[in-house]
């Protein structure tokens, strides 16, 4: 068996850190992805609230003009 030279050592050592390195940034990628579309989500629900409670003044308005006719 060939002796591992410090290079081929410190190679390793880099290619280790490195896989590592990635290995963080995609768990962290993907985390910020789901955050992401929850986030998206909570939006639609609140722009959908926010039209509910604009139709519902547009409808106490016009009764409120038509009462005080």
Same mark, same amino acid.
């Given at each position: 068996?060939?002796k591992?030279?410090r290079?081929?050592? $410190?190679?390793?050592?880099?290619?280790?850190a490195?896989?590592k390195v990635?290995?963080? $940034?995609?768990?962290?990628?993907?985390?910020?992805?789901?955050?992401?579309?929850?986030a998206?989500?909570?939006l639609?629900?609140?722009?959908?609230?926010?039209?509910?409670?604009?139709?519902? @003044? =547009? =409808?106490?308005? =016009?009764?409120?003009?038509?009462a @005080? =006719?």
């Amino acid at each position: 068996m060939a002796k591992k030279s410090r290079l081929t050592t $410190a190679a390793v050592q880099i290619g280790s850190a490195v896989g590592k390195v990635d290995g963080t $940034a995609h768990r962290t990628a993907d985390k910020a992805v789901k955050a992401a579309h929850v986030a998206r989500q909570e939006l639609m629900e609140l722009s959908k609230q926010v039209d509910a409670l604009t139709q519902q @003044l =547009k =409808k106490s308005t =016009k009764r409120l003009k038509a009462a @005080l =006719k």
